[in-house]
Nanobody, 127 residues
Framework: QVQLVESGGGSVQAGGSLRLSCAVS????????MGWFRQVPGKERECVAA????????YYADSMKGRFTISRDNARSTVTLQMNSLKPGDTAVYYC????????????????????WGQGTQVTVSS
């Protein structure tokens, strides 16, 4: 059974940092493209960052470039999102997502491309 478990959310003041981790079990992690999404009430889930199964292709939403870093450790079956210079607008529930893909896959940015999701972790940034 596939399980994605996020950790590392919490509350921080603007300008601070948080590190989100997603532990994946029950599958061969190295064949999964991974992504981090976020959602606020009344809005669609948006892709924050995504990484291909090999780690060679990475995507960041424009507003996250230079502030967020996605990485993966295939040996530990984890994907991490380092978030720096956080802003109140980053407040949301953050979700880890995964999808098994063939080799040389890109970084997938649409929620519909992912079949597996974590339960979400709340990130709150105060001004």
């Amino acid at each position: 059974q596939v399980q994605l478990v996020e950790s590392g959310g919490g509350s921080v003041q603007a300008g601070g940092s948080l590190r989100l981790s997603c532990a994946v079990s029950g599958v061969t992690f190295s064949v999964y493209a991974m992504g981090w999404f976020r959602q606020v009430p009344g809005k669609e889930r948006e892709c924050v960052a995504a990484i291909s199964r090999s780690g060679s292709n990475i995507y960041y939403a424009d507003s996250m470039k230079g502030r967020f870093t996605i990485s993966r450790d295939n040996a530990r079956s984890t994907v991490t999102l380092q978030m720096n210079s956080l802003k109140p607008g980053d407040t949301a529930v953050y979700y880890c997502a995964g999808t098994p893909r063939v080799s040389s896959s890109p970084a997938y940015t649409a929620a519909k491309d992912y079949g597996y999701w974590g339960q979400g972790t709340q990130v709150t940034v105060s001004s």
